[in-house]
């Protein structure tokens, strides 16, 4: 059952949120990961009182609007991507007037709050997905979801060949109330993570009603996750493949990108336009191209979606360039908005990432070299922050923090970990709650210690021994977003001018800003474009030359 919350909010942003339109066109977002922020009554897991108690800090560190993973009720099979009742507030993270109260929270601090919606799969708690295998074959619940009768003799195969994103075939077989093996079902995740059918129009009917059952809540948006699987190509053919995974991003498979996910997205956008206020909705779409992945943000669909190109791209100025230039000149046929971001749930920390010489990919279990990694993480972001469009942060990445590559297994709970053969399942290392004092059982995290455990030394990472410190991370994040806000080259717009620069370093002009980011190991002499604003390492000047050092990015204004 859905637990009741006091009075809807009002369907407008509340006036103490600034009422810029289109203001997430240059919008800085910041990704909470509930159970990993912070720990209101000291059981270990993070909730959404923890976030409300924290949003001064995030309302401080600049940012526009918080991003929240999941907090549905769920038994927790994939960190919340998992929903058993996507009304309800699971209780490990309060209730919902908990909710109610975060979200008015943020509103009076002037801040915006997106929610994650997961429309691709429930979990097999819920209500429709238990029905369906307690009524058996030919109940009505099981036309909502995929299940197709198995091949071979007696159906002991799969449908078809597709594989799990988290490695193993994509298909379970159920076990009948008569208790013989009976029909198989499609989920592109984990078991208990079965597909809804998009084809069927109770599905879509629900997931109206569970848009504007947040909308009346007051949310300001909706980041869709897995936004490009919803629809399946008929027949569910088969790809004819192993090793699945490698295909993903280069190939428009029957499971994924399929043509039909506009329509359902450009139905929800009749509804979010209903809603004064200036609602969003935000995709995780993974496409082959930047080009397709324009395709989600055309004027009558979604508003922006992420960048993994550009999240998937090492420290090089040559490839930067390319999907920086690729990315501008993909959004701007359609009118939206690029984004930009370096860090996320279920990817390896960029500070860990960039600590290696070659690209590695975007999970890895190798800690490399702290120090290269900090300072070109620091670059990185400043580089990133520089470029128009909207930028998204994921927590912690404030504080410069690592993955914790060196997790016991025995404390992991990715579920792609335990399935093998699938995603490389250390999701878990970028997840360990957050540092919030130099000291105590969990850093600041909450009194009753941390549901993962967090590495020695996380003290000198925290909020504590960082704020107001010089030079420090989450200072240089701090006086970026303050400057990002002043100066009005930054953020909107949609092109920049590239500058002659040495090789491996990165120019561009916005306006009377200048941004240049040295992505080589070595000191570059670049000109002293004006008044320098910020930069990620200490730079000199003399004689109408400035001295960049290695892996560092200086903004300046020529005004």
Same mark, same amino acid.
């Given at each position: 059952?859905?637990?009741?919350?006091?009075?809807?909010?009002?369907?407008?942003?509340?006036?103490?949120?600034?009422?810029?339109?289109?203001?997430?066109?240059?919008?800085?977002?910041?990704?909470?990961?509930?159970?990993?922020?912070?720990?209101?009554?000291?059981?270990?897991?993070?909730?959404?009182?923890?976030?409300?108690?924290?949003?001064?800090?995030?309302?401080?560190?600049?940012?526009?609007?918080?991003?929240?993973?999941?907090?549905?009720?769920?038994?927790?099979?994939?960190?919340?991507?998992?929903?058993?009742?996507?009304?309800?507030?699971?209780?490990?993270?309060?209730?919902?007037?908990?909710?109610?109260?975060?979200?008015?929270?943020?509103?009076?601090?002037?801040?915006?709050?997106?929610?994650?919606?997961?429309?691709?799969?429930?979990?097999?708690?819920?209500?429709?997905?238990?029905?369906?295998?307690?009524?058996?074959?030919?109940?009505?619940?099981?036309?909502?979801?995929?299940?197709?009768?198995?091949?071979?003799?007696?159906?002991?195969?799969?449908?078809?060949?597709?594989?799990?994103?988290?490695?193993?075939?994509?298909?379970? &077989?159920?076990?009948?109330?008569?208790?013989?093996?009976?029909?198989?079902?499609?989920?592109?995740?984990?078991?208990?993570?079965?597909?809804?059918?998009?084809?069927?129009?109770?599905?879509?009917?629900?997931?109206?009603?569970?848009?504007?059952?947040?909308?009346?809540?007051?949310?300001?948006?909706?980041?869709?996750?897995?936004?490009?699987?919803?629809?399946?190509?008929?027949?569910?053919?088969?790809?004819?493949?192993?090793?699945?995974?490698?295909?993903?991003?280069?190939?428009?498979?029957?499971?994924?990108?399929?043509?039909?996910?506009?329509?359902?997205?450009?139905?929800?956008?009749?509804?979010?336009?209903?809603?004064?206020?200036?609602?969003?909705?935000?995709?995780?779409?993974?496409?082959?191209?930047?080009?397709?992945?324009?395709?989600?943000?055309?004027?009558?669909?979604?508003?922006?979606?992420?960048?993994?190109?550009?999240?998937?791209?090492?420290?090089?100025?040559?490839?930067?360039?390319?999907?920086?230039?690729?990315?501008?000149?993909?959004?701007?046929?359609?009118?939206?908005?690029?984004?930009?971001?370096?860090?996320?749930?279920?990817?390896?920390?960029?500070?860990?990432?960039?600590?290696?010489?070659?690209?590695?990919?975007?999970?890895?279990?190798?800690?490399?070299?702290?120090?290269?990694?900090?300072?070109?993480?620091?670059?990185?972001?400043?580089?990133?922050?520089?470029?128009?469009?909207?930028?998204?942060?994921?927590?912690?990445?404030?504080?410069?923090?690592?993955?914790?590559?060196?997790?016991?297994?025995?404390?992991?709970?990715?579920?792609?970990?335990? &399935?093998?053969?699938?995603?490389?399942?250390?999701?878990?290392?970028?997840?360990?709650?957050?540092?919030?004092?130099?000291?105590?059982?969990?850093?600041?995290?909450?009194?009753?210690?941390?549901?993962?455990?967090?590495?020695?030394?996380?003290?000198?990472?925290? /909020?504590?021994?960082?704020?107001?410190?010089?030079?420090?991370?989450?200072?240089?994040?701090?006086?970026?977003?303050?400057?990002?806000?002043?100066?009005?080259?930054?953020?909107?717009?949609?092109?920049?001018?590239?500058?002659?620069?040495?090789?491996?370093?990165?120019?561009?002009?916005?306006?009377?800003?200048?941004? /240049?980011?040295?992505?080589?190991?070595?000191?570059?002499?670049?000109?002293?474009?004006?008044?320098?604003?910020?930069?990620?390492?200490?730079?000199?000047?003399?004689?109408?030359?400035?001295?960049?050092?290695?892996?560092?990015? /200086?903004?300046?204004?020529?005004?």
């Amino acid at each position: 059952m859905s637990q009741h919350s006091a009075d809807p909010a009002p369907n407008t942003v509340l006036a103490t949120v600034a009422r810029h339109r289109d203001w997430w066109r240059d919008a800085v977002i910041y990704q909470v990961y509930p159970r990993s922020f912070a720990d209101s009554n000291g059981d270990g897991m993070g909730d959404l009182e923890g976030v409300r108690s924290r949003l001064p800090y995030l309302r401080d560190l600049g940012v526009d609007a918080v991003w929240l993973s999941p907090f549905y009720a769920s038994p927790q099979a994939d960190a919340g991507y998992d929903v058993a009742d996507y009304r309800a507030v699971d209780p490990m993270f309060g209730n919902l007037l908990d909710a109610d109260a975060l979200i008015r929270g943020a509103h009076e601090l002037g801040l915006r709050i997106i929610v994650d919606l997961v429309p691709n799969h429930s979990s097999d708690q819920h209500e429709w997905f238990k029905r369906a295998l307690a009524e058996g074959p030919g109940s009505p619940l099981r036309e909502r979801y995929h299940f197709r009768p198995g091949k071979g003799d007696s159906g002991e195969l799969p449908p078809n060949d597709w594989e799990s994103i988290f490695g193993g075939p994509a298909w379970t &077989r159920v076990t009948e109330p008569d208790g013989t093996p009976g029909a198989w079902y499609l989920h592109l995740f984990a078991p208990e993570q079965p597909d809804f059918n998009w084809d069927h129009p109770a599905v879509s009917d629900e997931f109206r009603s569970i848009l504007r059952f947040w909308l009346d809540m007051g949310v300001d948006g909706f980041r869709v996750d897995v936004a490009h699987g919803l629809v399946k190509a008929e027949g569910l053919p088969d790809l004819g493949a192993h090793d699945q995974l490698k295909l993903l991003g280069n190939d428009v498979m029957p499971f994924f990108d399929q043509d039909g996910v506009h329509t359902i997205y450009r139905q929800w956008r009749t509804i979010l336009d209903e809603y004064a206020g200036d609602h969003i909705f935000v995709a995780e779409a993974w496409t082959p191209t930047i080009e397709r992945t324009a395709n989600y943000v055309r004027p009558d669909e979604l508003h922006q979606a992420f960048n993994f190109q550009y999240l998937g791209t090492h420290w090089d100025a040559r490839e930067l360039r390319s999907v920086i230039d690729r990315t501008l000149d993909a959004m701007r046929p359609v009118g939206a908005p690029a984004t930009w971001v370096l860090s996320n749930h279920d990817v390896t920390r960029h500070a860990t990432r960039f600590a290696h010489d070659s690209a590695l990919g975007t999970q890895i279990r190798l800690a490399g070299d702290r120090e290269q990694g900090l300072r070109r993480a620091r670059a990185a972001t400043l580089l990133m922050l520089a470029l128009p469009g909207s930028a998204y942060l994921y927590q912690g990445e404030e504080l410069g923090l690592p993955d914790v590559v060196d997790l016991p297994d025995e404390v992991r709970q990715d579920p792609a970990y335990f &399935r093998g053969a699938g995603q490389d399942g250390f999701r878990d290392g970028c997840r360990v709650p957050l540092p919030w004092t130099r000291s105590g059982p969990s850093y600041g995290f909450g009194a009753g210690g941390s549901w993962l455990p967090q590495p020695e030394g996380w003290g000198e990472l925290s /909020v504590e021994a960082q704020q107001g410190a010089p030079g420090s991370t989450l200072e240089m994040y701090r006086r970026a977003l303050a400057v990002r806000r002043e100066q009005p080259g930054l953020g909107a717009g949609d092109a920049v001018e590239w500058l002659r620069a040495p090789e491996g370093v990165l120019a561009f002009r916005r306006g009377e800003f200048v941004c /240049v980011a040295n992505t080589t190991g070595e000191s570059v002499t670049t000109p002293a474009y004006g008044r320098v604003l910020i930069a990620s390492d200490e730079v000199t000047e003399a004689n109408g030359e400035t001295k960049v050092p290695a892996d560092t990015t /200086v903004w300046w204004t020529t005004a």
